[in-house]
């Protein structure tokens, strides 16, 4: 797929259990968008950005491939910013957009500066405050480990801040591997990005 790397001859790696990905050049990946008022997704060499520009109550969301069944370990990691806390946005494994609310997905929510652990089934959510903030104008290394049909667990610079074991997506759903959105709750631009060298490690099936 474009914009995907195989990590697998890097030193150090477990290359004989996990398939490890990189998420380098944005320019050159394969996105799908959705956007409600002015919000706007932009795509370059060293950054996947989502803005919601100046319109109150504008979306711009974005993820990308490849679709992974919920049946294996998947660990991501991503360097976050955010410009401004007088928003609501996400980072992580989604199924569909903004528009279902338990939509099924293993992903952090920042609100309004509250950095929150999210999972999700399809029917119904489970919300965990990370007790962590998300101050305007600051970068975050957030991580996702989710254990299909046990837990995820969310890490804020590296250190463990919320596991769930209710509301899971099940092992025979399917999400997007990775996906951000931004939602303005004022009448003001918003913006939400991450940086290049994003990885992402899956456990290989078994059998």
């Known amino acids: 797929m474009p914009g995907l790397s195989s990590a697998a001859g890097i030193a150090g790696l477990d290359v004989e259990k996990y398939d490890y990905w990189i ?5 050159g990946l394969t996105h799908e968008d959705n956007t409600t008022g002015s919000g706007t997704v932009e795509v370059t060499a060293n950054r996947w950005i989502v803005r919601s520009q100046n319109t ?3 979306w711009a969301e974005s993820v990308i491939g490849p679709d992974l069944l919920c049946n294996r370990e998947i660990t991501i990691w991503g360097w976050v910013f955010c410009d401004n806390d007088n928003c609501q946005g996400f980072f ?3 199924r569909a957009f903004f528009s279902n609310a338990n939509r099924q997905r293993v ?3 920042i609100l309004n500066g509250a950095i929150r652990a999210v ?3 399809g029917t119904t959510s489970k919300v965990v405050d990370t007790g962590v903030t998300f101050p305007g104008n600051t970068w975050r290394l957030l991580k996702i480990i989710f254990y299909p049909g046990n837990r995820a667990e969310f890490y804020v610079d590296e250190v463990l801040k919320a596991t769930i ?6 092992i025979t759903d399917w999400m997007d ?7 303005n709750t004022i009448a003001s631009s918003r913006v939400v990005f991450l940086s290049g060298g994003i990885l ?7 059998g």
């Open 200 to 206: 992402v490690k899956i456990k290989r099936k078994v």
């Open 56 to 58: 109150i109550d504008s």
């Open 165 to 170: 074991r209710d509301n899971l997506p099940a």
């Open 107 to 109: 992903c952090f929510d």
């Open 119 to 121: 999972c999700a089934d």
């Open 23 to 27: 998420f380098g050049n944005w320019g």
């Open 92 to 94: 992580g494994m989604l």
């Open 177 to 183: 591997i990775l996906g951000i959105g931004i939602h």
